[in-house]
């Protein structure tokens, strides 16, 4: 059974560093072509992609983010951490960390997600 | 970069079939992605690679890709169905996944 789940802090202030942990259990990071994604989601709002990171260590940043964004796994925990830094009250949102894995035609989709976890930002 | 066009929202009756809609740029080359998403939940994925169903997923959801236009196809619909509905391709030039911006879906 693949199981992810979000921890973190849950309230937030302008200008901190956000850090999130993915936990997950039932797949291994080192597999060839699995990774873990961070999406996020305003409230009433779509589904924005963050960052990813694949087995292999490749990263892949969302191009509007890239500057605040840091990926980085840790295979012998089943840990994934995202940090973000410079936060906004516009980075209000539920945040999923999801598994990925190839398409049959080149590229990833996200398989199993976590159920989320919202951070609020607000002086 | 990439941009993947939803309907907004759209509503269907019981019983009927809902056609959902995502547009992209010669998107019928690329592998698309459609996710699930019911109020207060995570998505879920119901299809991948253009028309395959993960293991649970009902033989009503299936999808279909060509030219600039994919489509998510379900069938008998259910008041369960109600959910908002998320397209999603790998974009190849820049490398990394896109969403639509999602479709809700009614059940009248």
């Known amino acids: 059974q693949i199981t992810l789940k979000e921890s973190g802090p849950t309230l937030m202030k302008p200008t901190q560093t956000l850090t999130l942990t993915c936990t997950f259990s039932?797949?291994?990071?080192?597999?060839?072509?699995?990774?873990v994604g961070w999406i996020r989601q305003p409230p009433g709002q779509a589904l924005e992609w963050l960052a990813l990171?694949?087995?292999?260590?490749?990263?892949r940043y969302s191009p509007s983010l890239k500057s605040r964004l840091t990926i980085t796994k840790d295979t012998s925990k089943n840990q994934v951490v995202l940090t973000m830094t410079n936060m906004d009250p516009v980075d209000t949102a539920t945040y999923y960390c999801?598994?990925?894995?190839?398409?049959?035609?080149?590229?990833?989709?996200?398989?199993?997600w976590g159920q989320g976890t919202l951070v609020t930002v607000s002086s | 970069s990439y941009v993947l066009t939803q309907p907004p929202s759209m509503s269907v009756a019981p019983g009927q079939t809902a056609r959902i809609t995502c547009g992209g740029k010669?998107?019928?080359?690329?592998?698309i992605q459609w996710y699930q998403q019911k109020a207060g939940q995570a998505p879920v994925l119901v299809v991948y690679?253009?028309?395959d169903r993960p293991s649970g997923i009902p033989e009503r959801f299936s999808g279909s890709n060509s030219g600039n236009t994919a489509t998510l196809t379900i069938s008998r619909v259910e008041a369960g169905d109600e959910a908002d509905y998320y397209c999603?391709?790998?974009?190849?030039?820049?490398?990394?996944?896109?969403f639509g911006g999602g479709t809700k879906l009614t059940v009248l």
């Open positions: 999603q391709v790998w974009n190849s030039r820049s490398d990394h996944p896109v």
């Open positions: 690679d253009d028309s």
């Open positions: 039932g797949f291994s990071l080192s597999t060839s072509g699995v990774g």
């Open positions: 999801a598994r990925t894995v190839d398409t049959a035609v080149g590229g990833n989709y996200f398989d199993y």
């Open positions: 990171i694949f087995w292999n260590d490749d990263k």
């Open positions: 010669n998107i019928g080359s690329k592998s």
